[in-house]
């Protein structure tokens, strides 16, 4: 990814960044790296996050599948001491697919530009944010427990206040240079340049609604094996994923601590409704009739954890779409500004945490290449990340609407069913016109899932991806149409004569 060219570099007054201030607002994995990004090139960095400090294993904790594209981070910023992700990080190895028998699905963990990691989420940002704290004390600081109530983009001032505070209680202002929005899907900064910043729109196409899901974490150690060789695995090492027809999903893996933790998604189709979450003795019974090898003490345990009164709703993956990803002096990153759900590769977990990490380091490389002039960086950044954030969506589009995968979607408007239909004839004829091809010339094409999986190598873009895809595609439909147009008119000059 080479840093992106800005009109005028060179004519533009020169911003020293040590005199400026970046505001993040979210402290998970995206905001902390995106803290060492700026307080690498010497910004002071304010980080406010409405929750509690991370903690491994804590309330928010989800697995995260992170493939090479977003680990290259780790290398840019040196984080070699990290145990979770990069040089001393496990790769994952593989996925034992065991719903219905016992299948292991290989990752390649030989080559660093196609290495996965599978974390806890909330690990993975308490280690960035112990990191960011030691290695640049007084430059960065979180402000945890303390959440966003309104900006004032023309001014620059951020107004912030204890969380759960009533209105207009302990509320601080606080000036900044450079807004960066790391919020996630609920994003409170998008949600202020959506109501101040003309012709800025927000759109979630199509909802997941049948993978909805709980996190589970720090299951109990199973009393006897599962599977073969289980008790040797290493933490991060394999994802163990149980999934049939009628019955709930489960996906665990053993985080750093070597305890099991994941997600149960409802089965399909139909879900669960809330009887059926609050009812842990219904979850168990169904999660031991569907996997009759799960380990009792996790079955129990899984009851147990989603029926709690203390337990979250279950989440709904949401396909989410900004026209743009900035405001005036304003940013959104991750999540906040394209929301995706686990739907496609890698091993079935989404582009999601990739995706996030892409978006920082393609702001980074623009704030390299502007000289960190803040007044062009936000137009410049989205326009730079537009291409590869459309291409992304639309293969999650695609992958989320195929009929095949007997997903339960909801549309935001008959308009996007629509578009999926035709989005799908599109992904038929990329399938087909690839297997003929790869069958007749293996060594030279590739068969659309083929080319899909290229997204596990971080060399490889989502453009990219996707001008592969088209290039099965176009010819065809371009000859479809060519043939109707010479029949209408082969048609009207019989008429003619």
């Known amino acids: ?36 990004y700026f307080a690498m090139r010497g910004y002071t960095v304010q980080v406010y996050d409405k929750g509690p400090r991370p903690q ?16 290259i981070a780790y290398e840019e910023l040196s984080l070699d001491s990290q145990h979770r992700v990069g040089p001393r990080g496990t790769p994952l190895r593989g996925v034992w697919r065991l719903g219905q028998g016992r299948e292991l699905q290989e990752v390649d963990t030989t080559s660093g530009y196609r290495r996965t990691f599978v974390v806890d989420r909330s690990g993975m940002a308490s280690d960035l944010i112990a990191e960011a704290e030691k290695r640049y004390p007084g430059k960065v600081t979180f402000h945890f427990g303390t959440e966003l109530v309104r900006a004032e983009l023309k001014n620059r001032n951020a107004v912030v206040k204890p969380a759960g505070a009533a209105a207009g209680e302990g509320e601080v202002e606080v000036s900044y240079d450079l807004l960066v ?54 933490p991060q090492e394999y994802l163990y994923e149980w999934s049939k027809p009628g019955a709930p999903t489960l996906r665990l893996f053993l985080d750093q601590g070597g305890t099991a933790c994941g997600t149960l998604a409802a089965p399909l189709p139909g879900g669960w409704g809330a009887a059926e979450w609050g009812d842990g003795a ?40 900004c026209n743009q990803f900035h405001g005036p002096r304003a940013v959104l990153v991750g999540d906040a500004a394209h929301g995706v759900t686990a739907a496609g590769t890698p091993v079935g977990a989404g582009q999601g ?45 695609m992958e989320v609407t195929n009929p095949d995968a007997g997903r339960q979607v909801k549309f935001a408007s008959p308009w996007y069913s629509i578009a999926a239909f035709f989005v799908q004839c599109f992904r038929a004829l990329s399938h ?45 439909v371009v000859l479809v149409l060519g043939c109707i147009v010479f029949a209408l008119f082969k048609g009207y000059s019989r008429v003619l004569a």
Not at 12 to 32: C, E, H, N
Not at 57 to 62: F, Q, T
Not at 204 to 233: I, M, N, Q, Y
Not at 356 to 374: M, Y
Request: a negative charge.
């Open 1 to 36: 990814m080479e840093a992106p060219d800005v009109d005028d570099e060179i004519e533009a007054p020169r911003w020293d960044p040590t005199k400026l201030t970046a505001v993040i607002v979210g402290a998970g994995p995206t905001g902390a790296l995106a803290a060492h």
């Open 56 to 71: 491994p294993g804590d309330a928010s904790s989800v697995p995260l599948v992170l493939t090479s594209r977003g680990a």
């Open 181 to 234: 929005g790391a919020d996630g899907v609920g994003s409170t900064v998008r949600d202020i340049l959506k109501a101040k910043v003309k012709d800025f729109r927000v759109t979630s196409p199509v909802a997941d609604e049948g993978a909805a899901f709980k996190p589970l974490r720090r299951l109990p150690p199973p009393s006897k094996e599962f599977l073969l060789g289980f008790f040797t695995h290493r």
């Open 282 to 321: 219904r979850v168990a019974a169904a999660l031991a009739a569907a996997y009759p090898g799960l380990p009792e003490e996790w079955v129990t345990a899984i009851g147990e954890q989603v029926s709690s009164p203390s337990s979250a709703p279950p989440r709904v993956p949401t396909l989410l779409q």
């Open 353 to 397: 945490p990739s995706a996030a990490v892409e978006s920082v380091r393609t702001l980074a490389l623009v704030l390299r290449g502007a000289q960190d002039d803040l007044d062009k960086v936000p137009e410049v950044y989205s326009n730079v990340r537009s291409d590869a954030v459309m291409a992304m969506q639309t293969l999650e589009f």
């Open 432 to 476: 087909f016109v690839g297997a003929i091809l790869s069958f007749i010339a293996p060594g030279r094409f590739l068969s659309a899932p083929q080319v899909v999986s290229r997204l596990e190598d971080r060399r490889i873009g989502y453009s990219e991806v996707m001008k592969m895809l088209q290039g099965y595609a176009t010819p065809v």
